[in-house]
């Protein structure tokens, strides 16, 4: 389990975190094994500005299509387009190299987030 | 309370994810979708499909009462021979999709069906039975469990003395497996529901687990993995097979679901016989395509499928193909649109993805 001290989470499953000045966002191990086997990311266009809880894109497995949230707000800086070709990266490493976005002028205001035991708690209540 | 299988325990402890379906508590997943489905077209892969029903019809007139109730021609089967069919109803829309087999004293008749249409099944089938023929629901006795995939055969002969090498496709054998021996159901059917080559084992219920756990031991050396309902309908999807309830149902008849082939209309008279004669010879409205999506996008039952804009029909089962690596979907649509169309677009959530038109057997195992 990687260290998630820096991570904080939704109650949609989503995660964001800022680590060396760089704030990412993705989805968790939680959601990812909910899931099951990842196929397909639809994935906003660079310089898309969000809202906190606005819909980004939609993810899909075998088993269903599920819309992904916005944790926090700000301008997409960046998408992993890694996932395009290897979209199961999602499910081998939710908290690393399955990030979806990288966000610049990330906006907080708006947002409701939990912290990793708050998170943690919330799962292990389903 | 959804029902459980005699072999529910196998599965928590094997740590499934259950669903429900057809009114059954089912493994949806074990090690993973994508995992379970590649070890079957790879090695193999056990399925407990044990929610299928069973009817058993006997008596004199066993025969004549299954060639009125199924469009497929039985009269045609040799003892211990089965073939797929439909049922249908007076208008020819399908009540259900079957396996009737011959039994191995080539006088009772079995009938295999789905688990959500199986009261409905046996209500339909007794409200029309006729001269000496008696009806018994065998489904909560009998286990069906399904070794599918290309090392199946190897795996299922380490357990019997049946000469599985010369058990032809759709046909059954009644053999002594596992060291369990049960003359009265245990039965070994050269069938699937995967598009691999395999077999499906009946066994009394009560002895579901100790066949379970037998055929788990003998695969694990040749790679064999339990496998769940996720890959079974992927499998399924990927070789052709439809899907009652989803893929047709009583609003569709059998040539409109691309399942005319099961239809005899020369073999006498049939439930849905006249009918079916009708809607054959004014040719159907609609037809069962199938598509391949240019992309990795899932097309899903209900999604419109369009023609230059235009809807023309509407997504039947999609899936994502792991052989292909694209998404793969069956369709009905209005057959007239399509003729000489190679190209359709289907609506995935406002989203217009391309698909070609291709024949709705994606996958064909290579045979030696």
Known sequence: MPDLSSYRFTSSHEWVATVDGVTRVGITDYAQAQLGDVIFLELPDVDTVLRSGDRFGVIESVKAASDLYAPVGGRVAKVNTALTDAPETVNSDP???????????????????????????????? | MALRTPLYHRHLALGARMVEFGGYDMPLQYSGIREEHLAVRHRAGLFDISHMGEVRFGGADAEANVQQLVTNDISRLDAAQALYSVMCNDDGGIVDDVVVARGLDGKHIIVTVNAATRSKDVAWMRDRVFGDANITDLSDEIALLAVQGPRAIDIVAQLTDADLDRLAPFHITGAMIAGIDDSRVSVISRTGYTGEDGVEISIDAGRAERLWDALLEAGAALGMVPAGLGARDTLRLEAGLRLYGQDMDETVDPYSAGLGWTVKLDKGDFIGGDALRRIKEAGPARTTIGLRLEGRNIARHGHD????????????????SFTLGSGIAIALVDREAITGRTSVDVDIRGNTAPAVIVPTKFYRRATT
Do not use: C
């Not at chain 1, 690393?96 to 292990?124: F, R």
């Open chain 1, 95 to 126: 908290y690393g190299e399955g990030w979806m976005l990288q966000l610049s002028d990330v906006d907080e205001s708006a947002a409701a987030l939990l912290d990793e035991a708050a998170y943690t708690g919330l799962t292990e209540g389903h």
């Open chain 2, 305 to 320: 499928v369009l023609a230059d804009g235009r809807r023309i029909g509407s997504v039947l089962s999609g899936t994502f």
